[in-house]
């Protein structure tokens, strides 16, 4: 067999996983259906369900928890995998504070209509946004939480607005460089339909930001977290630790580095 034949057979294989990867690749992103969910983990807060119709007609289901509409609200963009039963324990935390939450269901996960997408992720949190603004929180009484893919979402809506504050946990720079780690051998940069590119806009944001990021991260590596918080602006906070992997350990010390994050805001 000679080395020509070789060659070509490698590159058609190349080629096709490559289209592959092209085909499916938010299959391999969006995982809506992933649950780690733990049955008896209830909400220990009264909550809300809501409806937020999208300007693209897409239903979003969401949790809210109103205290005071005076208080600071949280809203919780969450990562790439799983449903809001999986931000349960979180929540359950975040409710400990003296704050209001809102968490929303990206598209086409936990029982919202459509298909994920980085535009549509875009629109989903604009609604969400826009439907606290009509119930009378206005923008300075909003804490955007982003987690791991939800950073980058927060990122994007946060620019050129006035929000109480950014929290990032697990940020990334950009999908393109996620990409690049986990599919070396592949062009992602032209393949990546959905891009993320967070590291071009974090300038962009006047809010207190506080980044939170764990050292032992497999995902998302921890020099992408400490990059964005470099190109973060004033004022700007870290919780950093050594031993956290991609999903934070909620212990008593990150929730209170976040209440202490609240309490310094306007």
Do not use: C
């Not at 299959?27 to 220990?44: A, C, E, Q, R």
């Not at 720079?173 to 990546?192: C, E, Q, R």
């Not at 973060?232 to 580095?257: G, R, S």
């Amino acid at each position: 067999m000679s080395l020509f034949y070789i060659f070509g057979l490698i590159l058609i294989v190349y080629l096709i996983v490559t289209l592959g990867l092209y085909i499916f690749q938010r299959k391999l992103l969006y995982y809506p259906n992933f649950n780690s969910h733990l049955k008896g983990d209830g909400l220990s807060h009264s909550f809300e369900n809501i409806n937020i119709k999208t300007k693209d007609n897409i239903n979003l289901k969401g949790w809210f928890h109103l205290k005071d509409p005076k208080k600071k609200t949280i809203l919780f963009f969450h990562g790439n995998a799983g449903t809001l039963d999986n931000r349960i324990y979180k929540l359950n935390f975040l409710g400990n504070l003296d704050v209001n939450f809102l968490i929303i269901g990206w598209r086409g996960y936990s029982g919202s209509s459509g298909k994920p997408s980085e535009f549509g992720l875009y629109q989903d949190a604009k609604s969400a946004l826009n439907w606290l603004n009509s119930k009378g929180i206005t923008d300075d009484k909003i804490v955007l939480y982003g987690e791991s893919l939800g950073t980058s979402v927060a990122i994007e809506v946060s620019q050129n607005r006035d929000f109480a504050g950014i929290i990032l946990e697990a940020p990334f720079t950009s999908m393109i460089d996620i990409g690049k780690k986990h599919y070396p051998f592949f062009p992602v940069k032209l393949l990546l339909k959905d891009k993320y590119v967070s590291k071009n806009k974090i300038k962009n944001i006047k809010s207190p930001v506080l980044v939170m990021h764990g050292k032992e991260d497999k995902i998302v590596p921890f020099y992408m977290g400490k990059k964005i918080y470099d190109l973060a602006n004033e004022p700007k906070f870290k919780y950093f630790t050594n031993h956290d992997d991609h999903m934070m350990n909620f212990d008593e010390k990150l929730i209170n580095e976040i209440d202490l994050f609240i309490n310094s805001l306007n």
